[in-house]
Each structure stands twice: as C-alpha cells, then as structure tokens.
C-alpha cells in the first residue's frame, strides 16, 4: 500500500498557509479574507472525510476494471513514467469535461466558488466528485494495465502539487518551466471570471495539454476571481451543494430540456435568460465594433 500523500500532507498544508499569509501581508496583497479561508479550510475538511468512502468506490472501481487488463504491466520504472502522463492527460480531459458539462460543473463549481485566490482556495475541494463519476476518465488506464494503486497514487501526487500554484504570491516561474508546468500565472487565469480567460487552461501538472489542444491562454491583465454569478455564502453545505440543488430545479421546472440542463454547458438555458461561455464570447464579439479600413483617396 502507498500513503495517504494527502493525509500525511495536512500540516504542512497549514504551515504554508500561515507562511503566505505572512508574506502576502508584507507584500501587502490582500488576498485572505478570514470567513473565505475558513469556508475554504471547511470543504478541505470535508472532501477528506468524504474522501475516505469516495476511494474506496473509486479503487474498486479501478479493480473491477483491471480485471480485463489488456497487459500486464506491474510497478516497473518505465511503467511509473507512462502512468504519470496517462494520469495527467486523463485530468485535463476531466478538468475540460467539468467546465463543459453541467453534470460535472456541479461538483467542481466548488473550487471555483471563491473570490479569493490563496493556498487556503487549493483546498476548497468537492464532496461530491468521487460520488457522481468523475473516475470514469481514469477508467481506461486500469483496462490497458496500470496498477489501481498506481493510478490512485499519481492521482494524489497531482492533487498535491496543484496545491502551491494557487497563489498570488509567485508571480511567474522561468520561462521553460511556464512552457512546460503548470504555474500559479496559468492557474489564476483559470480561476478568473473574466470573459478573455473562462474555460482556458484546464492542466494538472502539465501544460503541454492546453498548448496542444488550444485551451492555453497566457495572463496579462490581473484576473477577477470567482464565478461569472457569485453565490455570495461562506456556508460550507451551501457551497457543497449549490450548483446540484439548481440543477435540480431546471430539471424539475423545465423537465422537456432535463438533458440539456443536465449534460449541456454550464450557463445553458432553454429560454436564453442565461449564458454559456460560448454564447457570451459571441454577444461580446457581435457588441464590439468593427474597424473597417478605406482607401485613402489618390486626390488632393
């Protein structure tokens, strides 16, 4: 059996949170708010007890599944190194999925839910992930032959090492590291709520993804963090739960559209009364007026 990485990781977890706290004060960004950090440090709390049954359905799940291995390919070295980017392009086709289909949106709206950007954010995780299916895209890595621990081992590394890119302290990292890693420039793009940054860099620990599938989008004017509509609650079962609960009563309002409001894009409507992505990336381009050139004329 491999360790908990998570677990064993908690205090030092909160050792750098207390360390960024310092540092952004003297620094003088003012990126905690206390209520915010508390909810935040709540749902941390909460996906780990959680947690404990989620892997549990997780790895039988990926047992299950490894019982029609294709090959068997074991704990050897080079087996590690192929798993650990089988691992990271199956979070980034996750991640992708998450913000394009409300089904997963609701359960990783959470961690988008704060207006802060902090170590404290990293940990503002979702109760309901492992519960709703969201290992289904590590399900093809036991069926080739990777080991169930192995996959939920790399899983835990890449959770780990997305904890310290989120925040505002680190400006950017040299420049072969940003072409190649997963920064805090990168992920506070992601985790804005500006138009120009919605829905762009989706990686883990890698982003080559985004740079090969275009969702890479590089920051340049300081990210408004938070969701398009804010939910305005520091409750952790509200935050928890907000996006199902109104998922939920599309279906039940509208139960003609129940799979567009379920597997459709997050912000979709029936009536137009709310937006995707998509669609609002569109209404800012028909808004935004177009510069036509004309010839100058050859006469005095």
């Known amino acids: 059996m491999f360790p908990d990485l998570i677990q064993a990781a908690i205090p030092f977890f909160v050792g750098f949170i ?18 915010d950090a508390l909810s935040s440090i709540a749902m941390g709390l909460g996906n780990v007890f959680l947690g404990i049954i989620g892997k549990v359905l997780v790895f039988g799940a990926y047992t299950f599944v490894h019982q029609w291995a294709i090959f068997d390919l074991g704990y050897v070295w080079w087996v590690w190194i192929i798993a650990f980017f089988a691992d990271d392009i199956s979070y980034y086709w996750f991640h992708l ?30 109760w309901t992930g492992n519960f709703t299916g969201s290992f289904i895209f590590w399900l093809w890595m036991p069926l080739i032959g990777f080991e169930p621990l192995m996959i939920v081992f790399l899983q835990s590394v890449s959770l780990l090492y997305q904890f310290w890119i989120h925040t505002e302290v680190i400006n950017k990292m040299p420049r072969w590291f940003e072409f190649i890693f997963n920064t805090p420039s990168h992920h506070r793009v992601h985790h804005s709520s500006d138009l120009k940054y919605l829905d762009k860099n989706h990686a883990g620990i890698l982003v080559i993804w985004d740079r090969m599938f275009g969702t890479f989008q590089v920051e340049e004017e300081k990210p408004k963090y938070g969701l398009t509509t804010n939910i305005n609650t520091f409750n952790p079962l509200l935050i928890a739960t907000h996006e199902w609960i109104a998922l939920g009563k599309d279906v039940w309002q509208h139960p003609k559209y129940g799979l567009q409001y379920t597997f459709g894009p997050p912000g979709w409507s029936h009536d137009g009364s709310r937006k995707t992505t998509e669609q609002l990336r569109e209404e800012a381009e028909s808004n935004t007026p177009r510069v036509t050139k004309t010839k100058e004329s050859s006469y005095a």
């Open 18 to 35: 207390l360390l960024e706290i310092i540092i952004s004060s003297y620094m003088k960004i003012h990126t905690y708010e206390t209520k």
């Open 97 to 126: 999925t998450s913000h394009n289909v409300r089904f997963f949106w609701a359960s990783h709206v959470v961690h988008h839910s704060s207006q802060r950007y902090n170590l404290a954010t990293a940990l503002r995780q979702t």
